[in-house]
């Protein structure tokens, strides 16, 4: 069974950093990806960073020269560095992991954490 616990939130002003963490456990697949999608208030969840099976990484848009995802050498815990924060990107944020064959967006992986909340004021 995967286990993913997420760690690091916080409240910050406009411009600050925070680093997130997610330990995993029970991720056994050599095609493994895992990646960060938040969530704020009344909107939809949405795709933050990923890294694919074969270490490719992608970025939404919207925080692309901000934020860096970064796994250690055992692929069992997972990052995200989130520079110059926005009140924007006030959110809760989940770790996600999966088995991937194909494309496959953050926000449908099979395996999800119970979240960080990341308040950013301005």
């Given at each position: 069974?995967?286990?993913?616990?997420?760690?690091?939130?916080?409240?910050?002003?406009a411009g600050g950093s925070l680093r997130l963490s997610c330990a995993?456990?029970?991720?056994?697949?050599?095609?493994?990806?895992?990646?960060?999608?938040?969530?704020?208030?009344?909107?939809?969840?949405?795709?933050?960073?990923?890294?694919?099976?074969?270490?490719?990484?992608?970025?939404?848009?919207?925080?692309?020269?901000?934020?860096?995802?970064?796994?250690?050498?055992?692929?069992?815990?997972?990052?995200?560095?989130m520079d110059s924060l926005k009140p924007d990107d006030t959110a809760?944020?989940?770790?996600?992991?999966?088995?991937?064959?194909?494309?496959?967006p953050v926000t449908e992986y099979s395996s999800r954490g119970q979240?960080?909340?990341?308040?950013?004021?301005?």
């Amino acid at each position: 069974q995967v286990q993913l616990a997420e760690s690091g939130g916080d409240s910050v002003q406009a411009g600050g950093s925070l680093r997130l963490s997610c330990a995993a456990s029970g991720l056994y697949s050599s095609r493994r990806c895992m990646g960060w999608l938040r969530q704020a208030p009344g909107k939809d969840p949405e795709g933050v960073a990923t890294i694919g099976p074969t270490g490719r990484i992608t970025y939404a848009d919207s925080v692309k020269g901000r934020f860096t995802i970064s796994q250690d050498n055992t692929k069992n815990n997972l990052y995200l560095q989130m520079d110059s924060l926005k009140p924007d990107d006030t959110a809760m944020y989940f770790c996600a992991a999966d088995s991937c064959y194909s494309y496959l967006p953050v926000t449908e992986y099979s395996s999800r954490g119970q979240g960080t909340q990341v308040t950013v004021s301005s």
